[in-house]
């Protein structure tokens, strides 16, 4: 019966590669595939990694196989214990190590792309679609007015100090135009949050007491869901919002109506000119 443990070991690997190839058609894979171009080179560095890791486990699992086979017979004689091979040592040593620093190496390019502000497009920066701040258990919108326009960053960094009067404000409704690059500037008014985007592949942490850039670019326009990704209190499972990706006539034109509809005071120009009208008879 202990040489049959080789079977065991042997069929390890074909079960997981087998379930591995068919989890996608399946629907047990990413639950959509990535609709930002950043979004899709991430999930090129995870299945890099996936065929890096999917290798060393049939490679071992194999060797397992084989060792319990050709050794689990009986065998004549004493048995010979040694103290191990160095050689063997340093391989199994330096080849993990050669394959981490190749990885690390290999994906600096995409996280620099995506986590260093110099590389941003400085258009998007310049003019970011909106602030949000994270708090128990919401995601707080606040948009600059539709015909602002920001000369330099010094007047963003005004205009996220002192909000305007003229801001627009929604609650877990970010509205973004599709096809380019778009900016917000994510802050946490209580506890540590993480803005995360599934579908776009995009996750940040917001940090009390910090202002964090977040630059990324929505390929199709469709809802996207919006959650956070940190255990922030007993309302986290419950701290949903979403991301309204429209071209961008449709988002100014949502701008537009947003504030139509935030600073109407519920008084119709009709209304206003009959009082007044029967103010000056009185």
Same mark, same amino acid.
């Given at each position: 019966?202990?040489r /049959?443990?080789w #079977?065991?070991f042997?069929?390890?690997?074909?079960?997981?590669?087998?379930?591995?190839?068919a989890?996608?058609?399946? +629907?047990w894979?990413?639950p959509?595939?990535?609709?930002?171009? #950043?979004?899709?080179?991430i999930?090129? /560095?995870f299945?890099l990694? $996936?065929?890096i890791?999917?290798?060393?486990?049939?490679a071992?699992n194999?060797?397992?196989?084989?060792?319990?086979?050709?050794?689990?017979?009986p065998?004549?004689g004493?048995?010979?214990?040694? @103290? +191990?091979?160095?050689n063997?040592?340093v #391989?199994?040593?330096i080849?993990?190590?050669?394959? #981490? /620093?190749f990885?690390? *190496?290999y994906? $600096?390019?995409?996280?620099a =792309?995506? %986590?260093?502000? =110099?590389?941003?497009?400085q258009?998007?920066m310049l003019?970011p679609?909106?602030?949000?701040?994270?708090?128990?258990?919401?995601?707080r919108?606040r948009?600059?007015a539709?015909?602002?326009?920001?000369?330099?960053?010094?007047?963003?960094?005004?205009?996220l100090?002192?909000? %305007?009067?003229?801001? !627009?404000?929604?609650?877990n409704? !970010?509205h973004?135009p599709?096809? =380019?690059?778009v900016?917000?500037?994510l %802050?946490?008014?209580?506890v540590?949050?993480?803005?995360?985007?599934?579908? *776009? =592949?995009?996750?940040?942490?917001?940090?009390? +007491?910090?202002v964090?850039?977040?630059?990324f670019?929505?390929n199709?326009?469709?809802?996207?869901?919006?959650? &956070?990704?940190e $255990? &922030?209190g007993w309302?986290?499972?419950?701290?949903?919002g979403r991301?309204?990706?429209?071209?961008?006539?449709?988002?100014?034109?949502? !701008?537009?109506? $947003?504030?139509? @509809?935030q600073?109407?005071?519920g008084?119709s120009?009709?209304d206003?000119?009959q009082q007044?009208?029967?103010?000056e008879?009185?």
């Amino acid at each position: 019966m202990g040489r /049959l443990w080789w #079977l065991f070991f042997l069929a390890w690997p074909i079960v997981a590669v087998g379930w591995s190839w068919a989890a996608p058609s399946q +629907g047990w894979w990413f639950p959509t595939a990535a609709m930002s171009p #950043l979004g899709a080179e991430i999930d090129n /560095l995870f299945y890099l990694i $996936l065929v890096i890791v999917s290798i060393v486990f049939v490679a071992t699992n194999a060797a397992l196989a084989y060792v319990i086979w050709r050794f689990s017979r009986p065998q004549e004689g004493k048995g010979w214990f040694f @103290h +191990g091979s160095h050689n063997l040592e340093v #391989l199994w040593t330096i080849a993990p190590a050669g394959i #981490l /620093l190749f990885i690390s *190496l290999y994906q $600096l390019d995409v996280w620099a =792309r995506f %986590r260093i502000k =110099r590389n941003a497009d400085q258009q998007a920066m310049l003019q970011p679609i909106a602030e949000v701040t994270a708090r128990q258990f919401e995601w707080r919108i606040r948009y600059p007015a539709p015909d602002r326009k920001f000369k330099n960053e010094k007047e963003v960094e005004d205009w996220l100090k002192n909000p %305007r009067p003229d801001d !627009l404000h929604t609650v877990n409704d !970010l509205h973004v135009p599709t096809g =380019r690059n778009v900016a917000i500037h994510l %802050r946490s008014e209580d506890v540590l949050h993480s803005f995360f985007l599934p579908d *776009l =592949r995009v996750k940040q942490d917001a940090v009390p +007491g910090l202002v964090i850039p977040v630059w990324f670019e929505a390929n199709a326009s469709k809802n996207y869901e919006l959650v &956070c990704a940190e $255990l &922030c209190g007993w309302g986290h499972y419950k701290m949903k919002g979403r991301v309204v990706a429209q071209q961008e006539p449709e988002f100014r034109q949502y !701008l537009q109506e $947003l504030a139509i @509809h935030q600073f109407d005071d519920g008084v119709s120009k009709a209304d206003g000119d009959q009082q007044d009208s029967q103010g000056e008879d009185e």
